[in-house]
Structure formats: C-alpha cells, structure tokens
T-cell receptor, first 118, second 118 residues
C-alpha cells in the first residue's frame, strides 16, 4: 500500500521569496505522482503530474516538481511566489500496477497550507 | 467542456434532517469518487464507483451515509439522519479511466458542497 507524507502543514513566506513544499511517498511499486492546489472555497485542481519521462515537471504558473526515485520524493518548488499562490497544496500518489485495472484511487497527503504575505 | 457539477453548493440544515448531495461527473469518465473535507480530518475518501458500481465504501462513516450512482451521469450522497459532526465540505470527483492505454488515476474535482448541520 502507498502512503504520502507532507511534513509541513503550514508554510508562511513573503512575496517574491522562493518556496519548497515537501512530499515523500512510500510504495513497493512504481507510481504516478501529482500535486493538486485548492484555493479558498474551491475544489482541488491539478497543478502538475509526473507519469513518466523527464523527472522535472512544470506547471503553467511557475511551479515545478522533481521526481526523485531514490529519495522517494516529489517536492514542489517555485522560485518567486505571489500573493495569489496562497492556497493549500496536496501531494498524491497512485500505484502504476493497480492501474493496470480500471479502478483505484489516489492517495492524498494531508496538505500544506501556503500563506504568502506582502 | 463542463467540469464536475455538484449541488447544492451550500446546505444548512437541522440535526435529524435528511441531506442529499448531487453530482454530475464529466461526460465519458467511468469512475466517480465522494470525498469529505474537514479541518480536523483533512480529505477523506468516502466511496468510489467504477462504471456505476460501488467498488469501495470502506470510508463511509456509518449507516447514516449512503451513495448511489443510478447511471453514468449522476450520483447522490445521502445522509439520514444528519448530525452536527457531519458538517464538512463534500467533494465529488471523476476520473477518465484509461487514457492512451494508461489509467493514471488523475481526478477532476467539483467545487464542493458545504454542509452545515445545526
């Protein structure tokens, strides 16, 4: 069974500072990895995902995450944050083997609340 | 294309009343998920369906909760009788199943239904 650990429940940063949101997972098989973002009073939206290929994946709004298999990590980074990045960020993992079938579900971390201050 | 549509967006009810939450998944998606989100417990998977069939309902809190998916375009989550501890945001999500031969598990979330039980 997989699990996801987001070590930081809250991360306060100042605007234009860099940020890293940490995500570690455990799995005995190969995985797909996701970051979702939840803005206040909204549902979760996919931010970026790693399925295969390049281990560095990027979103359209400047976030990036790198899959590190040896460290079982998928940390999310942004070199310069904006006020509008204030949200809760969820890391999630799914089992590639399980998805040989047609059902299954993502395992979510507990979320990290990013608070960007002026 | 329309996303996942949930109704109502907000519901305030009194303890003991029946509550019905509704969800219309994205057309063509074959998996549907109900989640509950609270400050204390975070995001919890309640139940998921594949091709309209309930696959795993182990997350349903108790017999007061029931979910149905009578067809591919509609699902309900019912709480009867409701209790104050059921107050939460309930999310519906759908998944496209296989994409280019791969089922990655990516989920598409609705905006949520915020339930307050007085």
């Amino acid at each position: 069974a997989q699990s996801v650990t987001q070590l930081d429940s809250q991360v306060p940063v100042f605007e234009e500072a860099p940020v890293e949101l940490r995500c570690n997972y455990s799995s005995s098989v190969s995985v797909y990895l996701f970051w979702y973002v939840q803005y206040p009073n909204q549902g979760l939206q996919l931010l970026l995902k790693y399925l295969s290929g390049s281990t560095l994946v990027k979103s359209i709004n400047g976030f990036e995450a790198e899959f590190n298999k040896s460290q079982t990590s998928f940390h999310l980074r942004k070199p310069s944050v904006h006020i509008s990045d204030t949200a809760e960020y969820f890391c999630a993992v799914s089992d590639q083997m399980n998805y040989g079938g047609s059902q299954g579900n993502l395992i979510f971390g507990k979320g990290t609340k990013l608070s960007v201050k002026p | 294309d329309a996303g996942v549509i949930q109704s109502p967006r907000h519901e305030v009810t009194e303890m003991g009343q029946e509550v019905t939450l509704r969800c219309k998944p994205i057309s063509g998606h074959n998996s549907l998920f109900w989640y509950r989100q609270t400050m204390m417990r975070g995001l919890e998977l309640l139940i998921y369906f594949n091709n309209n069939v309930p696959i795993d309902d182990s997350g349903m809190p108790e017999d007061r909760f029931s979910a149905k998916m009578p067809n591919a375009s509609f699902s309900t989550l019912k709480i009867q009788p409701s209790e104050p501890r059921d107050s939460a945001v309930y999310f519906c999500a759908s998944s496209p199943g296989r994409f280019a031969g791969i089922n990655t598990g990516e989920l598409f979330f609705g905006e949520g239904s915020r339930l307050t039980v007085l």
